[in-house]
């Protein structure tokens, strides 16, 4: 399977927290999966952490991308079709990086990794 964790997924198993649903983390710990980390979500957790409203990055943010290898986990650039997408989504979704997520999860049939409900509206197939 390959799985698209979501922003808040990426953190909260950086840092271990129990906010992972037991069946989330199994599937991320599973080495059989390919697990896919947007440049979207080291885009957000930087510009957030910059503004303070993320202080439990401070232990990886600066050193993001081997916090990302160091899991194993895969970088997904973001595309120009990935650009288009996101900004041709329609509802309610105003976080451009949710935007993203969702779009690269679409054109690439990614299993998302979120917590959010209404991302299922455009979709995804969500795991939590």
């Given at each position: 399977?390959?799985?698209?964790?979501?922003?808040?997924?990426?953190i909260?198993?950086?840092?271990?927290?129990?906010?992972?649903?037991?069946?989330?983390?199994?599937?991320?710990a599973?080495?059989?999966?390919?697990?896919?980390?947007?440049?979207?979500?080291?885009?957000?957790?930087?510009?957030?952490?910059?503004?303070?409203r993320?202080?439990?990055?401070d232990?990886?943010?600066s050193?993001?991308?081997?916090?990302?290898?160091?899991?194993?986990?895969?970088?997904?650039?973001i595309?120009?079709?990935?650009?288009?997408?996101?900004?041709?989504?329609?509802?309610?979704?105003?976080?451009p990086?949710?935007?993203?997520?969702?779009?690269?999860?679409q054109?690439r049939?990614?299993?998302?990794?979120?917590?959010?409900p209404?991302?299922?509206?455009?979709?995804?197939?969500?795991?939590?």
């Open positions: 399977m390959q799985l698209l964790l979501d922003t808040h997924a990426l909260w198993w950086l840092i271990g927290s129990a906010r992972l649903r037991t069946g989330v983390r199994h599937a991320i599973d080495e059989t999966n390919d697990k896919l980390i947007s440049a979207a979500s080291a885009w957000e957790i930087t510009t957030k952490h910059r503004a303070g993320l202080p439990e990055a232990e990886f943010v050193n993001i991308r081997e916090a990302i290898a160091g899991e194993g986990f895969e970088e997904l650039s595309t120009v079709d990935d650009a288009a997408r996101a900004g041709a989504l329609p509802g309610p979704l105003r976080d990086f949710d935007r993203m997520l969702i779009a690269q999860a054109s049939n990614l299993v998302f990794i979120s917590n959010e209404l991302f299922d509206r455009y979709g995804v197939r969500r795991l939590w």
